[in-house]
């Protein structure tokens, strides 16, 4: 998952152990982290779980698999947890460090560093694996310059993944079958459109939704929800609205659309959720990406645009081509049914 970062050099391994929360998003445990190193800064970010026996060679292929634009680059594999803090002779899980090594050199892509860390945190050792003799301490991960930058730029850093996938928590029961009622009397009274535009109202809703989340201090009443949630059902209108995942605006809309996801009913809910991870994937969240991917495609099997969404993930399509979409979206005149070919 690329990552968009902060002009921040990274220096030596207790820096970039330090940074792996932020590039994440989130403090990982039992983990292998790859980072994409090109002239000095992180390009690109992944984490797999750690694996059980017997399954190292197929981890070492799924997280080399994207990087097949960034040969010339380097790698640095950051395996976090999966043994005590005081290591034997033998680093845990090196000899998936060592098929590691030999998939990135097929790759192009030269492991430049690879080191063990029992945890992300403040003061907790690291190892090299190449030599067990070079070792230092992780430097306090909110403290850095790094992190600065991040929260600067608006990124948060969660304590774990289960923090982080927190925020997509549906809404109880009750209001979302309160929801449901509310969409389907808006089906019955306001059926979508059967030609290949999008209603001026719902082009205005959605952006005047954008804006007001900047400033709103309460959640969204339930007929809000529907409204929106009616919307974004019309495939064009919900495509319309990734004009605003990039610019000004887009952190607000990100919020809404975080929002909607978790306030919707199924299958309503896949729309906004995959609006909420092309936003994540834009702004380099990829774990949020792929979180929100899960929640539109348990809503909606087969949802299209989220299984379009997640095989760019998988094949390393960058943020700034994932970008390029939105700006089209921009560029588009929604309300005008396209010309028929001749």
Known sequence: MTKLLPPTRLRDPGDLIAAVPHLLGFHPSDSVVLLVVHDHDVAMTLRIDLPPPGVRHRLAAQLVEPLAGSRGDDAVVVVVGGGSGDPPEHLPHDALVDELDEALRVAGVPLLLAVWTRATAKGERW????????????????????????????????????????????????????????????????????????????????????????????????????????????????????????????????????????????????EPATLLAFSAYIRGNGALTYMALDRAEESHPGHRLAGLLRTALTTGLSPTQIRHLAEQAAATDWTTPPANPT
């Open 127 to 270: 190892f090299d694996y190449h030599d067990i003799g070079t070792r230092g301490t992780v430097p306090d991960p909110s403290s850095t310059a790094f992190a600065a930058a991040s929260a600067a730029d608006g990124y948060v850093t969660y304590p774990s993944r289960e923090a982080l996938g927190d925020l997509l928590t549906p809404d109880p029961p009750e209001a979302l079958s309160r929801r449901a009622a509310l969409l389907n009397r808006l089906a019955t009274t306001h059926p979508l459109a059967d030609d290949d535009t999008v209603p001026q109202r719902d082009l205005d809703l959605v952006r005047a939704e954008v804006l007001r989340a900047e400033t709103r201090k309460r959640p969204l009443t339930d007929e809000e929800v529907a409204d929106l949630a009616h919307a974004l059902s019309n495939p064009l209108t919900r495509d319309a609205g990734l004009v605003h995942c990039v610019g000004e605006h887009a952190r607000s809309a990100e919020a809404l659309w975080l929002e909607l996801t978790r306030a919707c009913p199924s299958p309503e809910r896949a």
